[in-house]
Structures are given as C-alpha cells and as structure tokens.
C-alpha cells in the first residue's frame, strides 16, 4: 500500500505542542513505511483563520524538521471541488435542501433538552424533495440505522449506531461547505490512507466515514491521538506555560529535545527515552500510541534539552547561540571563542537561554554580583586571598589553565586556607554569579587582562563593604 498521511491544521492561532504531536506521527507513519506526508491548511473559517498564523505553522514544522512532501494545500482554494461533490450528493439522492427555520431549530433543540434527549436535527425535510432557495442549507442524508465502526489504531474498535448521528448540514445557506464536507473531499481527493489525529475528532469521524461511504470512496485507516495534559490533568492550555512550539525555540530548547519529548509523551519502546530521528522512524508503530491522555512534563523535556545541547557539536551550537546572545543583550565578538567557551559549558544547561547567561561574564564586565553569594564569598578574610591571587596573576606569563591552577595551589599553602576559601571568592569575581566549570579554565578563556581587572574590582567591592560597616 501506498501510504499517504497529512496534517490539516486550521490557521487560527500558533503550532501548538498538541498539532506538533499530530503532525510528528503523522509524519512518522508516513517515514517509516515508505509513504508520502501532506500538510493541507484547513482554512475555510475565514474570519478565525489568518496569514500569520499560517505562516507561524509552516514557521514551526520547519523547525521540527517535518518536512512534506506535498503542499501545503489550502481549502479556499478548492471552493469548486467542494460544489461539485455537494451536487454529486444531491443528485445521487444522499444529501437534500432544508429550509428549517432558526426558530424552528431551536425550538426543537429545547425540546429535545426538556426531554432529555440528545439535541439533533430530526429529519424535517429530509423527504420534502426541496429546491435550493436564499435560505436552504444542504444537509447529508445520513443512514437511519446501522452501526459505523471504526478500527482505530489507538483506540481500538468504536462502534457508533448511525441513530445517535444526524442530517448534518454541508452546505449553509450562504452556499459555503461546512468542516465535515470538506475534510472528507479532501482526504478522498488527496488519497490518504491513514487520518492520525486528534481524538477531539472521534466524533466527527463516524459523519466522515458516512459521507466517504455515500461517495463510493474507500475508507482511510484511523488513528485518534489522545490529547496532552497540563500537569494538573486539565487540557493543556497557555495556563501551562509555553504551548506554541515556537516558543520553546525562543525559551532556548532544541527542535530534537521538543520532538523526543513529544513522540514519548504518548508512545514507547520498551522503556528507551532518547531517540534520534532515525531511530523514531525505526521503532515508530502506531499500534504502540498510549490510549489515554499524558501530561506535560516541563523537567523532562529540560532533562531531554540538557542531553542534546551536550551532545551537540560545539561549532554547530555556536551558530544556534547567537540568537540568544543578542536577546541577551551582548554579543561573543569580544572576547574567547565562542565554540572553545561552549565546550566546557555545555553540559551545564538545560536550555539555550541559561547558557547564554551563564556564559555572558566571558564577553561583558559586570558591577554588581549576586547577592547571596557576594554576602557568603566577599568576606574580610577574602581579601587578602584575592590580592595575593591578583598578585600573582599579575606576574604570570604563561596563561594556561595549569599555571592558573599552580596559582592557587600555591595561594592554599601559602595562606593556609581550604581550597574552597580561594576558589569560591575567586569564582565569584570573574563571574559576578559564581557559577563556572573548573576555575582554571574558566580564567584561562577569560584571559589574563580581563581576569585582572574583575580581581581589582572585587577588592574594592570588599574594601567598600568594609569601610560602610566601619562607618556605621
Ligand atoms: N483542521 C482540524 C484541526 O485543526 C484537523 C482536522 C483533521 O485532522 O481531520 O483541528
């Protein structure tokens, strides 16, 4: 079989991280057999649907690397195709006009409220043999009896009898196709074989198959896709955090770390949780999708983020860091390499942004320190540790992380301090915030000018805090 799968986002806000999903295994049904993975832009809610959102989505999938192979197809674009099939179904007799009244609607609705019946249209004109007129819809004569069944991947067998479905409406009155008509054109038309989606869509489904079914069309496999959680069981909505896959870009995590995490947030093999790209396509079935919803996991996915920003080639993370460095309002031009820098700080961050901060000291001088740490690490005794390390800096020639390392070898014994009462007070005046790798290299790609200076200036940080607590 040729499999053809597609993602049919409606452009009416951000990718979110539940379209992503759908989109990834989507895509990856498509990848692992062999097929072909379609993105159609269901855009037919005009006054929802906009240019920007379209873009944002087509903006996200780039990123995530889901790459199609046909499209993207857009269904304002398909108004004829959608008539055509409408008065296919008029003149085979499986769809008719309807004139029902709002009132009348309505009225029918309450009643079937006050009874406690599920609402659903009963049937009015259905054998009025009605001609089109300014105020007539087009319904789907929808079968009277008999069960739809659907062998979904994920959730099994559903079996729905056609008397809890209704005469849905196709076409309104102003002659445009309605949601149902026009997905199932387009599946029928584009020759999808399998609809993985969200399973907000189960409903729609048993309508759908009806419909493909009055047109002769041979039925698509389905696979409906639990949605994602918040961490407080309910849907997952912008309450959560970030929920547009583009932000997680501007948040500092890597397209692999957010597709790891997605296509684990409701799959598995065996009890694996880093997966390359090759490895997905390898592993994936749709068979193995969890049947029942999953919960974001923030510290997960920045668990996820740490491994692939450590695995990264430094050179390739140095390019991807630039765009946090501006955010952050510096730039690496001045200063140590950045791809040398990233080597050694790379395993210390669980997102982009972080590192950018992290690693700023190196590329742009501070005045101030942290707090906490300035009150625990700037103490008097700290003084003449960091002028006898300046000192001897300062007559240093050979600047590599060794000689460094000999300096406060030397400056434990001399003083006779732990290492800890030189290297912690150190650390803080070249950092500002007194986090860093080894204190050797890190002043090594300092450099000795810069380190210097940063010494003098927490001297007289120190000898500042001194002569206030004097005066007071
Ligand atoms: N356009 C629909 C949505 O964004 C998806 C329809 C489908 O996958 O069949 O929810």
Known sequence: MNVRTRFAPSPTGYLHVGGARTALFSWLYARKTGGK????????????????????????????GLDYDEGPFYQTEQFDRYQEVIKQLLDSGDAYYCDCSKERLTAL???????????????????KGLSAADNTVVRFKNPLDGDVIIDDLVKGR??????????????????????NLTVVVDDWDMKMTHIIRGDDHLNNTPRQINILTALGAELPVYAHV??????????????????????????GYLPEALINYLVRLSWSHGDQEIFSREQMIEFFDAVDINTSASAFNTEKLQWLNQHYIKNKDPAVLADLM????????????????????????????????????????LYQDFTEYNAKQAKKQFKEASLP???????QYASLQDWTA???????????NTLE????????????????????????????????????????????????????????
């Open 37 to 64: 993975f379609i993105l159609r832009i269901e855009d037919t809610d005009r006054e929802r649907s906009t240019e920007a959102s379209v873009n944002a989505i087509l903006e996200g999938m780039e990123w995530l």
């Open 158 to 179: 559903v079996v729905i009898n056609n008397r809890e479905l209704d005469d849905l409406i196709i076409e309104r009155t102003d002659g445009t196709p309605t949601y």
């Open 226 to 251: 639990p949605m994602i959680l918040g961490d407080d069981g309910k849907r997952l909505s912008k309450r959560h955090g970030a929920v547009s896959v583009m932000q997680y870009k501007e948040d």
């Open 402 to 412: 060794e000689a460094i390392h000999h300096v406060v070898e030397n400056t434990v």
């Open 385 to 391: 540790v960091l002028q006898s390390l300046q000192e």
């Open 109 to 127: 609705r309450e009643q079937q409220m006050a009874d406690k019946e599920k609402p659903r249209y009963d049937g009015c004109c259905r054998d």
């Open 417 to 472: 301090v732990g290492f800890g009462k030189v290297g912690q007070p150190l650390r803080l005046a070249v950092t500002g915030h007194g986090k860093s790798p080894s204190i050797d290299i890190t002043l090594e790609l300092l450099g000795k000018e810069k380190t210097l200076a940063r010494l003098q200036q927490a001297i007289e940080f120190i000898k500042a805090k001194q002569a206030a607590g004097s005066r007071q």
């Open 322 to 361: 630039q765009q946090y460095i501006t955010a952050a309002g510096y730039t690496s031009d001045d200063g140590p390499e950045l791809t040398a820098v990233l080597k050694v700080f790379q395993e210390r961050c669980s997102t982009l942004v972080e590192l950018a901060q992290e690693i700023r000291f």
